[in-house]
């Protein structure tokens, strides 16, 4: 059978008026009948393209009120709720200060039209190994915070987050409310770079994000998350551990560089071949740190 | 010289507010009561024989009105030459592509259809498949048509002067494989249609570049005489040949629900299917040799040409004559031998593409040429200012050049400061290398086929001096319908606002070709002028009587019309049309005009003679910089001298030869459909990398005037000269910046780090 991208399959639609309502809609959801969306710019594509199964019920989250928050607090950090579009995150005055890799890889996503659409947390939910995003909030050890109905609520750190491509830890109960990210350590300084083959609006073929501080000659908090290199978006532990706590030289850099690229996983696929992106991993950390100091 | 008053001028587009207001309507927009919807089914397997079609289930579906096979069409089938006729409009015993329509469905509406072809169970007996052409070529290959021997689709040769001979005068003689992408032709708007049969045939409103192919196939297809086909044309929104000049499943599909169910059938395809089955540029594989003297002077050329011609033949026997009939332009070859060969395999159809067949040897020669050049220490301008033709000039083929801008342009391109701080290999500073390159190419404009070439315009004369201009040409985006306009205005002396251009309608409108080889200017623009002419011819009989004056010294400007010489003798154009319109028991004023450029004889089994009108010359700088860790190519700037004759309308000349580049470009840099076993891995736009606008370079136009004869006010092509000249000249820079010579198309990033990565090793 060959199908063609369709107009949306024959579905329910609810749009309720505020988290509660959803999460006890999603109790009746225990074999993921129901589907959650925000922006719908993955989602909706996918059930045109019948990529994947149409749900029973499209549950819209875009009737929920106080939901599409950028919050800071020096103290707790910062919160971006569930409908914060891509758009709102990239241009943040507050991100854009304190987590600026998070606005970089937001606004390196698709086209503008698409980033007033599209949230971050769809971005993650969506869980792509390409989601540019997610390398930005590997490195800022952020936390997200998953309801459910009757007030239950865990918070999972973003490395435990992906499962898989298009999978995460996330129940079909459970809605992503919020991303949690701690103020960034003094001084830290961090970078998004994406590689694709043409200059904007692609998809990367490789991404890389590196945070780190420099104190006293030394690298302090390095976290390096690639995407596009794995089943998931991944840190880079063995290139992160090389240089923690170190003397900041080239040759370091260059082995912490190899060693990220020997820990990425990828694929060959109709976008580049596996040893092109492990090679590119390489290219790209080491300019990240050199980025950094 | 004389003195235009509209042709020449930067008119704004007669079609750009209509567009851009949304009023325009495409042929997806056309909906009318009781009309059904046409989808269809398509085979899962590239290669397979139907066993069995079962649609009852799809039948008794509510809302279902029909259902067709193969089989429904008696055994017909079409292609570009009598003896090419090999496409049905539905498979019929055996699929050929993966994604070939086997049956259509007809309902009430666009959901329920899809469902219907979903209750279709078609029993396939899966047959091995042969997807590389030079594979498909060996003895024992599967073979995709039972009756055609090493799947052998078309071949054409050329043979002139004594190859052997040249090649033994050679002082350096060079064999490279070079290869050319599997391309799309990058429309946005889908091949769509409303089709209606009543007592009066068929009418239908279908998106096509060249109407008048389909009017004959449908014709054809449903044994109609041709007055009871009717096409009518809706605006087009792009086409860049292929699968728009010719017709395809839907067309066929929709007209015989039509006639069965009496009601008004649509279909549109989507760009997901566009991609998986529509037809595409040829993938060819070059192996070109290449003598050259020491200072630098071509002694011969031969060439082989494979192409992977998918499925079917469509028009491939001109592509393949158009690989070798131009390769003798733009520079001189004393001998020149050319084999091409178009194979079948299971693979969806190559076709037209802008640059028809002359952008893959082009590719290979320019690139060969300079690198030949290299190895003898001569300048990339100089090699090509030696051996490039000076017009008149007759190639060892006959195509005969009138006028030729090449030598002009290029020297305009050395002058360049862009050239003169050319690096010409020296070490970049950090990843970042800076690379220049150049090429210098040829087109055909007002391109003939085979076959019936007519070409005609009516100019009628309304009551109050407005104009009705009756066109069978196509303006499928590139403008011709402003350049059209201009062209009748400025004969009668009068604005574009006041000619009024009727869109194709094959019951109302000339025949015409349609858009396609950079033809409408040159063609249909001469018609035009004639039916002008023919028009002011009858309006100055009226005048000179009225003032008892010679016909030739009626004057038409400027919305005025007087005697030359007198002018006290003057009317409003206006005046004169009434005058002329109520005179005697009631005067129509029509014009009637044919184009009579380009009758020559042409030899399409020999190669010999003109496939064109004319002939541009472009030459093309080009400024990349290469990312030498990543292979990233950022092209930066290109600088085009462009001989197209005279630009009728400069903006129009601009916006083709932008179009054109950046079209070549992204054939040069980016795309490609990634197939896997007849299957198109990257069928949407997200994973098809055409170039976007945050891609495009600065692009600098220069016009090199040369006014040639056989064109309307000395107009030649624009717009495919620089799909041609592009893809070389990106090379050419890429290999500035890298020192390697890249002979396969798209030099993507990849590419280029693995070539640096071997350099080095």
């Known amino acids: 059978m060959v199908t063609f991208y369709r107009r949306l399959p024959k579905m329910g639609y609810v749009k309720p008026g505020s988290l509660e309502e959803a999460l006890e809609l999603l109790e009746k959801n225990p074999n993921g009948r129901y589907r959650v969306y925000a922006g719908g710019t993955d989602v909706i594509p996918k059930l045109k393209g019948r990529v994947i199964q149409s749900p029973e019920i499209l549950v819209d989250l875009k009737g929920v009120s106080d939901l599409d928050h950028i919050d800071f607090d020096e103290q707790k950090g910062l919160y971006i709720g569930a409908l914060a579009t891509v758009r709102s995150v990239e241009t943040s005055p507050v991100i854009k200060e304190r987590y600026p890799i998070l606005s970089q890889a937001a606004g390196s996503i698709a086209s503008i039209q698409v980033r007033n659409r599209g949230t971050i947390t769809g971005n993650i939910c969506n869980a792509v190994p390409s989601a540019d995003s997610a390398p930005a909030l590997l490195c800022l050890d952020a936390r997200v915070l998953l309801y459910s109905k009757n007030g239950g609520e865990r918070t999972v750190d973003i490395t435990d987050f992906f499962k898989g491509p298009g999978l995460t830890v996330l129940q079909p109960n459970e809605i992503l409310r919020e991303i949690n990210i701690s103020a960034s350590p003094e001084n830290s300084r961090s970078v998004y770079i994406k590689l694709s083959p043409r200059s904007r609006m692609d998809l990367a073929v490789v991404g890389v994000g590196v945070l780190l501080t420099k104190t006293n000659g030394t690298f302090r908090n390095v976290r390096i998350g690639l995407g596009a290199v794995a089943p998931t978006p991944i840190r880079a532990l063995k290139a992160e551990a090389m240089l923690e706590g170190s003397e900041v030289n080239d040759d370091l850099i260059i082995n912490a560089a190899r060693t990220a690229s020997e820990e990425s996983r990828p694929i060959d696929d109709h976008r580049a071949s596996a040893e092109y992106r492990k090679m590119m991993v390489e290219v790209l950390v080491k300019r990240a740190i050199h980025q950094c100091l | ?761």
């Open chain 2, 1 to 761: 010289m004389e003195e235009y008053s509209v042709i020449g001028k930067r008119i704004p587009r007669v079609d750009g507010r209509v567009k851009v207001t949304g009023e325009a309507r495409y042929a997806a927009d056309y909906s009318m009561p009781g009309m059904l919807w046409c989808k269809m089914l398509r085979s899962p397997y590239p290669h397979a024989r139907i066993v069995s079609i079962d649609t009852s289930r799809a039948e008794k579906l509510p809302g279902v009105k029909g259902v067709l096979t193969g089989k429904d069409f008696n055994g017909w089938t079409w292609g570009w030459m009598p003896k090419t006729r090999d496409e049905p409009p539905l498979a019929v015993d055996k699929v050929r592509y993966l994604a070939e329509a086997v049956a259509a469905v007809a309902a009430i509406d666009e959901d329920t259809a899809e469902e219907a072809t979903e209750l279709i169970k078609v029993e396939y007996e899966e047959l091995p498949g042969v997807f590389d052409p030079e594979e498909a070529m060996k003895e024992g290959a599967p073979r995709v048509h039972d009756y055609v021997k090493n799947n052998l689709s078309w071949d054409f040769h050329m043979d002139f002067g004594d190859v052997d001979k040249g090649f033994g005068e050679a002082d350096l003689v060079r064999e490279d494989r070079f290869e050319t992408g599997r391309v799309i032709t990058g429309y946005l708007e889908p091949p769509a249609a409303v089709a209606l049969w009543d007592s009066g045939g068929i009418t239908i409103w279908a998106a096509k570049q060249s109407p008048y192919f389909v009017y004959r196939h449908l014709a054809a297809c449903f044994n109609l005489p041709l007055n009871k086909v009717r096409i009518i044309q809706p605006f087009i929104g792009a086409g860049f040949g292929g699968t728009k000049n010719d017709s395809l499943a839907g067309d066929f599909c929709s007209v015989l629900f039509s006639k069965r169910t009496g009601r008004p059938v649509k279909f549109v395809y989507n760009m997901h299917e566009v991609l998986m089955t529509c037809r595409r540029r040829h993938n060819m594989i070059i192996h070109n040799k290449m003598g050259m003297k020491k200072d630098g002077i071509i002694t011969a050329m031969q060439s082989k040409v494979i192409a992977d011609g998918g499925a079917y033949t469509a028009i491939g026997p001109l592509t393949m004559y158009l690989t070798g009939s131009i390769s003798t332009l733009p520079y001189k070859l004393p001998h020149f031998r050319h084999d091409a060969y178009r194979i079948f395999t299971n693979n969806p159809i190559g076709a037209a593409m802008r640059g028809h067949g002359v952008t893959h040897t082009r590719f290979a020669a320019e690139i060969q040429m300079e690198m030949m050049a290299e190895e003898l220490g001569i300048d990339p301008i100089e090699v090509r200012l030696k051996n490039a033709i000076t017009a008149p000039y007759e190639t060892i083929n006959k195509v005969t050049v009138h006028t030729c801008g090449l030598k002009e342009g290029l020297k305009t391109l050395s002058e360049n400061p862009k050239w003169k701080k050319r690096s010409g290999g020296s070490p970049p500073e950090g990843p970042l290398s800076h690379g220049v390159g150049i090429s210098g190419t040829a087109y055909l404009g007002g391109a003939r086929q085979r076959g019936h070439q007519s070409c005609g315009a009516v100019v009628r004369l309304c009551e109050d001096g407005t104009i009705d201009y009756l066109t069978g040409a196509t303006d499928c985006g590139q403008g011709s319908d402003t350049v059209l306009v201009q062209i009748v205005a400025e004969e009668l002396g009068l604005g574009v606002e006041d000619v009024d251009i009727k869109r194709v309608d094959t019951a109302v409108t000339p025949c015409d070709a349609g858009s396609y080889g950079s033809r409408v200017t040159v063609l249909a623009g001469g018609a035009a002028r004639n039916a002008a002419r023919d028009v002011k011819r009858q309006l100055a009989e009226v005048a000179a009587r009225n003032w008892e004056v010679d016909p030739g010294d009626i004057i038409f400007k400027d919305q005025r019309v007087y005697v030359k010489g007198e002018p006290e003798k003057a009317m409003p154009f206006r005046k004169l049309a009434q005058v002329a319109c109520y005179a005697g028991s009631g005067a129509v004023i029509i014009g009637r005009g044919y184009s009579q450029y380009g009758i020559e004889e042409l030899d399409f089994d020999k190669g010999i003679g003109n496939a064109g009108t004319s002939y541009s010359f472009t030459s093309q700088l080009t400024e990349v910089d290469v990312d030498l860790e990543t292979g990233f190519v950022k092209c930066t700037d290109m600088v085009i001298a462009h001989d197209c004759g005279r630009p009728l309308n400069p903006i129009n000349v601009e916006a083709q030869n932008q179009g054109g580049a950046i079209q070549g470009m992204g054939q040069a840099m980016y795309e490609r459909f990634a197939m896997d076993l007849g299957k198109t891995l990257n069928a949407n736009l997200a994973d098809y990398k055409m170039p976007l606008s945050t891609d495009v370079p600065n692009i600098e136009l220069i016009d090199i005037i040369t006014d040639d004869p056989n064109g309307p006010y000395g107009a030649k092509e624009a717009s495919e000269g620089s799909t041609v000249s592009s893809p070389p000249s990106v090379v050419s820079a890429i290999h500035d910046a890298t020192g390697i010579w890249f002979k396969e198309q798209p030099v993507t990033p990849e590419k280029i780090v693995m070539a640096l990565k071997k350099k080095r090793e």
